[in-house]
C-alpha cells in the first residue's frame, strides 16, 4: 500500500495569513463602483447621453422643420401639457389602450386554460395562433371600420387581435414547460381544471406569462399610435397618434417630436414601473430570478 505524501508549502499559513488573504478579497467598492452597480443609474445615463446627442446634432443641424432641438421639443411639450391638449389626448389613448388590452388578456386566459384542459383546446389555439398571429393587427383596421364604424369599437377590435395571440401563445408554452414534478404534485391534492390552473400551472408558469404580457402591451401600444395616425378621431377625440398627425399637417414639427417623445416616455413608465413592480414582486419574490 503506497503511503500518502505530505506537501509543504512555503509561507505563512497560520490563521494571521488567513485573514490577510480574505482581507485582501474583501476589497471595497469606490463609490464610483457602487453607484454604477445600480441598473437605474446606468439607464439614466444611457438618456442622458441620446439627450446630449440629440440636441448636438439639432443644432449643427439647424433646422427645425426637419429636426428641433430637445431644448424646443421639451418647451412645447410643456406648453401643450399646461394648455391641456396633451393630457386630454393621452388620457383618450390610454383609456382605449386599457380596454383592448384587458378584453385581448381576457380572451387569452380563456383560450390558453381550455388548450391545457381539452385536446380540441390545444388544437384550436395552435390552429389559430398559427393563422392569426403572423398577420398585422393594422390590417383588420379597413374590416373593423366597416363592421365597427369610425369610433373606439373599431380601435378596441384591432387592439384585441393585437394583444390575444401574444399572451395566449407565451402563456400555452409557459404551461407546457412546467415540470412533471408540479404537475404530480396537483394531481396527488385532487386539484383539476380551474383551481389546478391557478394554483399549479400559473406560478410556475408565470415568466412566460409576464413575457406575454409585455409582448402584449407593446404591441397594442404601437398599434394604437399607428391606427390613431392612419384614421385618428376616435368618439370626436383624437389620441396621441391624432396629435401627432395634425401638427404634422400644420408643421408644427417641435409638437410632433413632443408627440413621440410622450409616446416614448409612456412605454418607459409602463417597462420600468408596472411591469418591473410586478416583476419583482413575483418571479424575484419566488427565487425564479435573481
Do not use: C
Not at 369599437?153 to 412533471?180: D, Y
Not at 400551472?201 to 404591441?219: E, M, V
Amino acid at each position: 500500500m503506497t503511503k500518502p505524501q505530505i506537501f509543504l508549502v512555503e509561507g505563512n499559513t497560520g490563521a494571521g495569513a488567513l485573514h490577510g488573504n480574505l482581507a485582501a478579497v474583501e476589497q471595497k467598492l469606490s463609490p464610483f463602483e457602487l453607484v454604477w452597480g445600480i441598473g437605474a443609474f446606468r439607464k439614466t445615463l444611457i438618456i442622458v447621453v441620446l439627450a446630449v446627442l440629440w440636441q448636438v446634432y439639432a443644432v449643427h443641424l439647424d433646422n427645425p422643420l426637419l429636426f428641433p432641438t430637445l431644448t424646443d421639443t421639451l418647451q412645447t411639450l410643456v406648453d401643450r401639457l399646461a394648455d391641456g391638449t396633451l393630457p386630454s389626448r393621452i388620457a383618450t389613448t390610454l383609456k382605449i389602450l386599457l380596454m383592448g388590452y384587458a378584453a385581448g388578456t381576457v380572451l387569452a386566459a380563456i383560450l390558453t386554460v381550455l388548450a391545457i384542459n381539452t385536446r380540441i383546446g390545444t388544437d384550436f389555439l395552435e390552429t389559430m395562433t398559427a393563422m392569426f398571429n403572423p398577420l398585422p393587427a393594422i390590417s383588420l383596421l379597413p374590416l373593423a371600420l366597416i363592421w365597427f364604424g369610425l369610433g373606439a369599437s373599431s380601435l378596441v377590435f384591432v387592439l384585441i387581435h393585437s394583444v390575444l395571440w401574444a399572451v395566449a401563445l407565451n402563456t400555452h408554452s409557459g404551461f407546457l414547460g412546467v415540470s412533471r414534478t408540479l404537475r404530480m404534485v396537483g394531481a396527488n391534492y385532487g386539484l383539476t381544471g380551474f383551481s389546478y390552473v391557478t394554483r399549479i400551472l400559473i406560478p410556475a408558469a408565470f415568466p412566460s406569462i409576464l413575457t406575454g404580457l409585455k409582448i402584449g402591451w407593446a404591441f397594442a401600444w404601437r398599434t394604437l399610435i399607428a391606427a390613431e395616425l392612419v384614421f385618428g378621431v376616435s368618439s370626436g377625440q383624437g389620441g396621441l397618434g391624432w396629435f401627432i398627425f395634425e401638427n404634422r399637417n400644420l408643421l408644427d414639427i417641435p409638437a410632433v417630436f413632443a408627440g413621440l417623445l410622450t409616446v416614448i416616455v409612456i412605454g418607459l413608465v409602463v417597462e420600468n414601473l408596472v411591469f418591473r413592480t410586478l416583476e419583482r414582486h413575483t418571479i424575484q419574490k419566488w427565487g425564479m430570478k435573481e
